[in-house]
C-alpha cells in the first residue's frame, strides 16, 4: 500500500516537474534556472529536436540514432528516447559521454547507417551529465535500493577532488583508459591553478564532447552522409526525472553546416 502511495504521488509530481512547475521542488527549479538557464524536460527536448529534423529530410524510418552519454544506467532514458523516435541507434559511449570511438568506431557506425535515396542519415546525441537533488544540491541523486545519495557525474567529480587536493594522476592507466582520457582532456584546456567546481566541469566537458564531435566527423563525405549534432547536459532531477540544457544543434548536408536555434522553436 505504501509503494502504490508512492507511485501515485511520484506521478503526480513527475507530471508538475514536466510541466516545470517551480512549486515543485523549488529548490532544484532555482538552482537548475541559476546555472542551467533554458533548461528543457527530457521529452519537450526530444520532441523539439525531432520536429526541426524532420523539416530538414530526417524520419525515423531513414535516420539512425547515435548516442554518446555516460556509461551511468541513470542516462539511459535519454539512451531510450533517441531509440523512441530516431529506431536503431549506435552506442558511442563511454565514461562522462567523452568521444573514445575514434576512427573504427565511426567507421562501423557509418556501415550500419541505412541508405535512402543515395544518402545516409544520422542524428548525433551527445553530452556529459550531472545530478541535482530535490534541495537543490548540485551532483547528488538518490537511486533507488541506497540509502544514501550517490553522485553523477561520479567521474568527473573524481577529477574535481584531483584538483582540490593538488592530487593529479596524469599518465595513462591501460586499466582504467577511458578515465586517463576524460582526465587528460579536461585537463589539457585547464590553466595552472584552475580549480573548477562539478557545475564548471561539467559545462567544460560539453565543450569538449562538442568540438571532438565536429572535428571527428569532419571527415564524412556530406554528399553522402547527412547528419545532425545534438549537445547540452542531461540533468538527473528529483524523482529520477530527466532533463536538458541545450547547446549546439545543427545539420550537415550538401549545402554546409546550418545552426538551428532551439530557442524559436
Request: with cysteine; proline share 4%; charged share 20%.
Amino acid at each position: 500500500m505504501i509503494q502504490n502511495y508512492h507511485v501515485r504521488e511520484q506521478e503526480t509530481i513527475v507530471q508538475d516537474l514536466n510541466g516545470y512547475n517551480p512549486n515543485v521542488f523549488p529548490a532544484f527549479h532555482q538552482t537548475v534556472q541559476s546555472h542551467f538557464p533554458g533548461t528543457l524536460p527530457l521529452e519537450s527536448y526530444m520532441s523539439k529536436t525531432y520536429e526541426c529534423l524532420n523539416s530538414h529530410g530526417f524520419i525515423d524510418e531513414n535516420t539512425m540514432g547515435m548516442v554518446a552519454i555516460c556509461r551511468d544506467e541513470i542516462t539511459d532514458p535519454l539512451f531510450d528516447a533517441v531509440i523512441r523516435y530516431w529506431g536503431k541507434t549506435f552506442n558511442c559511449c563511454s565514461l562522462a559521454g567523452f568521444i573514445t570511438m575514434g576512427k573504427t568506431g565511426l567507421a562501423a557506425a557509418m556501415d550500419h547507417t541505412p541508405i535512402f535515396d543515395g544518402l545516409r542519415r544520422f542524428t548525433f546525441y551527445a553530452m556529459p551529465h550531472i545530478a541535482i537533488s530535490r534541495y537543490g544540491e548540485i551532483g547528488k541523486v538518490y537511486r533507488q535500493g541506497l540509502d544514501k545519495p550517490s553522485h553523477a557525474c561520479g567521474a568527473l567529480e573524481a577529477i574535481v577532488k584531483e584538483l582540490e587536493l593538488g592530487c593529479l594522476h596524469l599518465e595513462t592507466d591501460m586499466q582504467d583508459i577511458e578515465q586517463s582520457i576524460v582526465r587528460q582532456k579536461i585537463i589539457s584546456t585547464l590553466q595552472y591553478g584552475d580549480k573548477p567546481d562539478l557545475v564548471e566541469i561539467t559545462k567544460l566537458a560539453g565543450q569538449i564532447i562538442s568540438k571532438d564531435i565536429e572535428k571527428l566527423l569532419k571527415t564524412l563525405n556530406s554528399s553522402i552522409f547527412h547528419y545532425a549534432v545534438m549537445t547540452g547536459i542531461q540533468i538527473h532531477g528529483p524523482l529520477e526525472t530527466q532533463w536538458v540544457y541545450p547547446q549546439n544543434f545543427y545539420v550537415v548536408g550538401s549545402d554546409g553546416k546550418k545552426v538551428i536555434d532551439l530557442k524559436q522553436k
